[in-house]
């Protein structure tokens, strides 16, 4: 772990390890930003802006001390997504996110690591999120609103129809 990186704290649940993002990282985010399911987080995307993005993650928690992790799968140790807590001069608040990676969807790993997130970022004193979501967007309609977060407004966001789910308040654990 690089001097940069040693401030990211690490959480485990039950099947999941949120960590640092790591270079060893960037083959399978690139292989989801380069398909078509990343249609709805602005891909697909080439290399070069697979790999801005990661630095640019990296860079939200040197600046501002949160950011997003890396989803590990527990049992097997392959990098299953990434979620986490991001801003943007643009955001109209500070954002929950996720992405699942090709062979995790579908099983629950995305609701573990955003609960995960969001815990932690309540237990620093933190109101809630939001979550800026695609109205084409399902899937993460869905996880939002699971996790009992409301449309608060419909806007456009960098060109395109958004939709500000506010995630609800909730008791630090």
């Known amino acids: 772990m690089s001097a940069l990186t040693a401030h990211i704290p690490v959480i ?3 099947r999941l390890t949120l960590r640092a993002p790591a270079a060893s990282d960037l083959p399978a985010m690139a292989a ?10 602005g891909g697909p995307l080439e290399e070069w802006e697979v790999f801005s993005r990661h630095s640019s993650n990296i860079g939200q928690w040197v ?35 996720w992405q699942v990676y090709d062979g995790f969807e579908g099983c629950g790993l995305a609701f573990e690591a955003a609960n995960a997130a969001l ?5 620093r004193g933190n109101k809630p999120p939001v979550s800026l979501i695609g109205p084409a967007n399902t899937r993460s309609r869905r996880l939002a609103e699971r996790m009992g977060a409301k449309i608060e407004r419909e806007t456009t966001m960098r060109g395109q129809p958004c939709l ?3 995630h609800p308040e909730r008791e630090a654990a």
């Not at 989801?32 to 987080?41: E, K, T």
């Not at 501002?64 to 299953?80: F, K, L, N, P």
């Not at 815990?119 to 237990?123: A, C, L, P, S, V």
């Open 63 to 97: 600046l501002r001390g949160h950011g997003w992790w890396t989803i590990e799968d527990r049992a097997s140790q392959a990098v299953a997504g990434r979620c986490g807590i991001g801003w943007a001069p643009d955001y109209p608040d500070h954002e929950l996110g």
């Open 164 to 166: 500000i789910y506010r």
């Open 119 to 123: 815990t932690w970022w309540i237990e």
């Open 32 to 41: 989801f930003f380069r398909s078509d399911r990343a249609v709805h987080v």
């Open 12 to 14: 485990e649940t039950e």
